[in-house]
């Protein structure tokens, strides 16, 4: 059971630079969430999504796209990459929200 | 957005001695989850609470609600070097809200 699986785990890119990070979960979850970990700033929501085909916005969603087009996968897409989206990125899933979830163990992002 | 905070925001203790760090916020919740969280890694799920008054135990650490459910402890007896990592607690709104966590330190 690999729960949930997430890549790269470290990317560099170039300020403008776009790409997406990959998610992936095998568990049958329906929600879904991606977080940014910033020093003193605590996890942050980003987008998050109830179940295939539904998405909607976090706590800070500009410059970052999501879509769910299966259970299993919900990726996120950086547009143009800017220094401020330097951090540490988690993938989340959960079968019940209210009961918690099961972490990635992250992609380290920074943007030069 | 729900607002947590979490106290105190460093702890750094003697291996054997105990600690309580919190979980506090003005607004009600119908559950909260406590993680820990290890360097490098994702935050692994510990506890869910969800009524109020709620205790869990789980090996040393103590898992309580509050009785009015919007703030929540966990106590860790006789604290051991593998305690070491940052606690997090979380609760389920229309977004789903961490608190900045309580990096702890367990010293040999």
């Known amino acids: 059971n690999a729960g949930v699986t997430q890549t790269p785990k470290f990317q560099v890119l170039k300020t403008g630079q776009s790409m997406t990070l990959q998610c992936a979960q095998d568990?049958?979850?329906?929600?879904m969430s991606w977080y940014r970990q910033d020093p003193g700033m605590g996890l942050r929501l980003i987008h998050y999504?109830?179940?295939?085909?539904?998405?909607d916005q976090g706590e800070v969603p500009n410059g970052y796209n999501v879509s769910r087009s299966t259970t299993e996968d919900f990726p996120l897409r950086l547009l143009s990459a800017a220094p401020s989206q330097t951090s540490v990125y988690f993938c989340?899933?959960?079968?019940?929200?209210?009961?918690?979830?099961?972490f990635g163990s992250g992609t380290r992002l920074t943007v030069v | 957005t729900q607002l947590l905070e979490q106290s105190p925001q460093f702890l750094s203790i003697q291996e054997g001695e105990n600690l309580t760090v919190y979980c506090n916020s003005s607004?009600?919740?119908?559950?909260l989850q406590w993680y820990r969280q290890e360097p490098g890694e994702g935050p692994v799920l510990l506890v869910t609470?969800?009524?109020?008054?709620e205790v869990k135990k789980l090996k040393r650490l103590t898992f309580q609600f509050g009785d009015a459910r919007k703030d929540s402890s966990l106590h860790i007896t006789a604290a051991q070097p593998g305690d070491t990592g940052l606690y997090l607690c979380?609760?389920?709104?229309?977004?789903?809200?961490f608190g900045t966590g309580t990096r702890l330190t367990i010293i040999p």
């Open positions: 607004s009600v919740f119908s559950s």
């Open positions: 999504s109830v179940g295939a085909g539904i998405t």
């Open positions: 979380q609760v389920s709104g229309e977004k789903l809200t």
């Open positions: 989340a899933s959960s079968r019940y929200r209210k009961y918690g979830y099961t």
């Open positions: 609470v969800v009524t109020g008054g």
């Open positions: 568990m049958n979850h329906e929600y």
